[in-house]
T-cell receptor
Framework: QQQVKQSPQSLIVQKGGISIINCAYENTAFDYFPWYQQFPGKGPALLIA?????SEKKEGRFTISFNKSAKQFSLHIMDSQPGDSATYFC????????????FGGGTRLMVKP | NAGVTQTPKFRVLKTGQSMTLLCAQD?????MYWYRQDPGMGLRLIHYSVGEGTTAKGEVPDGYNVSRLKKQNFLLGLESAAPSQTSVYFCASSRTRDRYQPQHFGDGTRLSIL
């Protein structure tokens, strides 16, 4: 069973629109929540991350919103662009021996021109 | 500046064959990881290493072995390939014990088992 559940599996947004991807987790020990972006044929790359001492983190057009009581966090992409078309993975971790991440199932985003 | 390099990029095997996937990083990172990526399941950790000569099991280790004889290399072996191991395999590395450091990924090896 996946400890981090991600939705939707796929998303189509018009250029200039807002893309929203949601993740929910079960393990209350998780205390670090990064998002990775993956383009076709490439490996994932860190996009943005949040720790639970804040409820929101913004970097340019990308914002993470975090709700500790609901055990949910989400990625918002403002003014979505065709170049944002990629697969997005949420992840979570807690203090462990190998700095291991638990990934969500991924969301394939397509931004139409 | 190559980062994380995986070889080969593609491979087709027959059931029962063996092979080794090679991962090399030139960033002097301590930690290295092997993941498999399957549709709808995200990335799942197979094995990882926290330093030269050390390895540990991840979430889905069965059917795989690993070795880290040199700091810069992390090898993933399939002793007797099975169709269920058809997947895209990613290697990653991270700099230090600081878990807030990003994991840097290679571009993957697409493996098909017939």
């Amino acid at each position: 069973q996946q400890q981090v559940k991600q939705s939707p599996q796929s998303l189509i947004v018009q250029k200039g629109g807002i893309s929203i991807i949601n993740c929910a987790y079960e393990n209350t020990a998780f205390d670090y929540f990064p998002w990775y972006q993956q383009f076709p044929g490439k490996g994932p790359a860190l996009l943005i991350a949040i720790r639970p001492d804040v409820s929101e983190k913004k970097e340019g057009r990308f914002t993470i919103s975090f709700n500790k009581s609901a055990k949910q966090f989400s990625l918002h992409i403002m003014d979505s662009q065709p170049g944002d078309s990629a697969t997005y993975f949420c992840a979570a971790s807690f203090t462990n021996a190998g700095n291991m991440l638990t990934f969500g199932g991924g969301t394939r985003l397509m931004v139409k021109p | 500046n190559a980062g994380v390099t995986q070889t080969p990029k593609f491979r087709v095997l027959k059931t029962g064959q063996s092979m080794t996937l090679l991962c090399a990083q030139d960033m002097n990172h301590e930690y290295m990881y092997w993941y498999r990526q399957d549709p709808g399941m995200g990335l799942r950790l197979i094995h990882y290493s926290v330093g030269e000569g050390t390895t540990a099991k991840g979430e889905v280790p069965d059917g795989y072995n690993v070795s880290r004889l040199k700091k810069q290399n992390f090898l993933l072996g399939l002793e007797s390939a099975a169709p269920s191991q058809t997947s895209v395999y990613f290697c990653a590395s991270s700099r230090t014990r600081d878990r807030y450091q990003p994991q840097h990924f290679g571009d993957g090896t697409r493996l098909s088992i017939l």
